[in-house]
């Protein structure tokens, strides 16, 4: 079974602040990790994902295989960065579908 | 850009009714998904469709059905809607080869 965890439901922090999301996983094979944003009435969409390795809007996230962890960071967090952010798994090679399991999320609030 | 629709943003139906809501994609993907979207549980799969006529369980169908009878449509389908089913719906499409969901803008749902 696949599970995501994301321990804080809201974290509140200032603008220029850093800002982490915690967001731990248990997968028995090799999985690939995603961010997923939702921004007030906007639909929920792809942030990053770890194989691409890539910086998005000044967030990053590494995969750390050993604590099965995938946190989501930013130096200098900005008010158009409040949104919700959801972690999510993905099997690698699993059956058709390779469906997408979530975490239960995260708000975050920038405060100006 | 995918573009994924849903046929109700908002919606109203009264316990015992049977209710339908649809999800259009125009990216000609093999996959799509319906979740449900709760606080503090994030999303979880309903049940998802990796070709016309094919249909798999997720994590939570009971109460639940399905009909994928052309490929862009996706159809999810409450026999008899319950109080407990009142909800955020969310579909998702995904094309083959690529991981990466798109979701359309969700269907709140209220059941009284």
């Known amino acids: 079974a696949q599970r995501v965890t994301q321990p804080e439901k809201l974290l509140s922090v200032f603008k220029g602040a850093p800002v982490e999301l915690k967001c731990n996983y248990s997968?028995?094979?090799?999985?690939?990790l995603f961010w997923y944003v939702q921004y007030s009435r906007q639909r929920l969409q792809l942030l990053l994902r770890h194989i691409s390795r890539e910086s998005i809007k000044g967030f990053t996230a590494d995969l750390n295989k050993g604590e099965t962890s995938f946190h989501l960071k930013k130096p200098f967090a900005q008010e158009e960065d409040s949104a919700m952010y959801y972690c999510?798994?993905?099997?690698?090679?699993?059956?058709?579908?390779?469906?997408?399991?979530f975490g239960g999320g995260t708000r975050v609030l920038v405060k100006p | 850009d995918v573009k994924v629709t849903q046929s109700s943003r908002y919606l109203v139906k009264r316990t015992g009714e049977k209710v339908f809501l649809e999800c259009v994609q125009d990216?000609?993907?093999?996959?799509m998904f319906w979740y449900r979207q709760d606080p503090g549980l994030g999303l979880r799969l309903i049940y998802f469709?990796?070709?016309?006529?094919?249909?798999e369980k997720g994590d939570i169908p009971e109460g639940y059905s399905v009909s994928r009878e052309k490929k862009e449509r996706f159809s999810l389908i409450l026999e008899s809607a319950s109080t407990n089913q009142t909800s955020m719906y969310l579909c998702?499409?995904?094309?083959?080869?690529?991981?990466?969901?798109?979701f359309g803008p969700g269907t709140r749902l209220t059941v009284l």
């Open positions: 997968y028995s094979g090799s999985p690939e």
């Open positions: 999510a798994l993905s099997g690698v090679g699993q059956a058709a579908g390779n469906k997408l399991t």
């Open positions: 469709s990796y070709d016309v006529k094919m249909k």
């Open positions: 998702a499409s995904r094309g083959s080869g690529n991981n990466e969901q798109f």
């Open positions: 990216m000609d993907h093999e996959n």
